[in-house]
């Protein structure tokens, strides 16, 4: 996978023991002295169902199903990894400030965080607007847990825009759909997400420091980083 070689710098950070959500196909590449576990929203078996264009070969098997929207990380005790990896799931998910919460607090102090979010410049998400702070500060505080139909909507109207020509009952399906698969329900460019996280981790009255970046600009494909406890 030559379009992600611009991770391995900051895979190279880490050590000890981790965990890995929705790694799902693509697992992270990381160092042979750690170890790691994976959990994800859906088991292998059903990951499979609903994902029939993917490689059977190619799915990681999950150790812990947990779903973000729902519970969070709560399956965790606090401080219990040497680090969390979280590989273009921050977009799917309907809170993602209380993501960033929950992944800092399940790790050890001195510990890494690797978060990344496709650059909608290079996506199929290139004509969908950016989603504002203002936005994702108010799910925070409304405590929201489900992605609402309005997102998913967002998402039929910019990339497949043909299926509004179709009947309602056949957009029905097409909603139903990408609400099962779990589409992107957020959308950044590297410099949105960059303040994304700056702000997440002042609101959040995080302590950090961002030990290495990569941006869509450069590796023309995600903003991605990673951050020590």
């Known amino acids: 996978m030559s379009h992600l070689t611009h991770r391995q710098a900051g895979y190279d950070l880490l050590t000890g023991h981790g965990l890995e959500i929705g790694a799902f196909h693509q697992p992270a590449v990381i160092p042979a002295h750690c170890t790691i576990e994976y959990c994800d929203a859906q088991s292998k078996e059903e990951a499979i169902k609903l994902f029939p264009e993917l490689n059977i070969n190619d799915l990681v098997n999950v150790h812990y199903i947990c779903d973000l929207d729902k519970e969070g990380l709560s399956l965790f005790e606090s401080e219990h990894f040497d680090f969390v990896?979280?590989?273009?799931?921050?977009?799917?998910?309907?809170?993602?400030?209380?993501?960033?919460?929950?992944?800092?607090?399940?790790?050890?102090?001195?510990?890494?965080?690797?978060?990344?979010?496709?650059?909608?410049?290079?996506?199929?998400?290139?004509?969908?607007?950016?989603?504002?702070?203002?936005?994702?500060?108010?799910?925070?505080?409304?405590?929201?847990?489900?992605?609402?139909?309005?997102?998913?909507?967002?998402?039929?109207?910019?990339?497949?825009?043909?299926?509004?020509?179709?009947?309602?009952?056949?957009?029905?399906?097409?909603?139903?759909?990408?609400?099962?698969?779990?589409?992107?329900?957020?959308?950044?460019?590297?410099?949105?997400?960059?303040?994304?996280?700056?702000?997440?981790?002042e609101l959040l009255q995080l302590k950090t420091n961002c030990m290495f970046v990569s941006v869509g600009e450069d590796n023309q494909f995600e903003y991605f980083s990673v951050w020590q406890k």
Do not use: C
Request: charged share 20%; glycine share 2%.
């Open 85 to 201: 990896i979280l590989n273009h799931v921050i977009e799917h998910v309907a809170n993602p400030i209380a993501v960033v919460s929950d992944l800092f607090r399940i790790t050890k102090p001195g510990g890494h965080i690797v978060i990344s979010a496709p650059d909608k410049n290079f996506t199929f998400d290139r004509h969908r607007a950016l989603t504002s702070f203002a936005h994702l500060e108010e799910e925070y505080e409304q405590n929201v847990t489900q992605v609402t139909d309005a997102h998913y909507i967002d998402f039929l109207q910019n990339v497949h825009p043909e299926v509004f020509q179709l009947s309602s009952e056949k957009q029905q399906t097409h909603l139903d759909s990408v609400k099962n698969r779990r589409e992107h329900a957020h959308v950044w460019d590297s410099n949105t997400f960059s303040e994304f996280m700056r702000n997440a981790i």
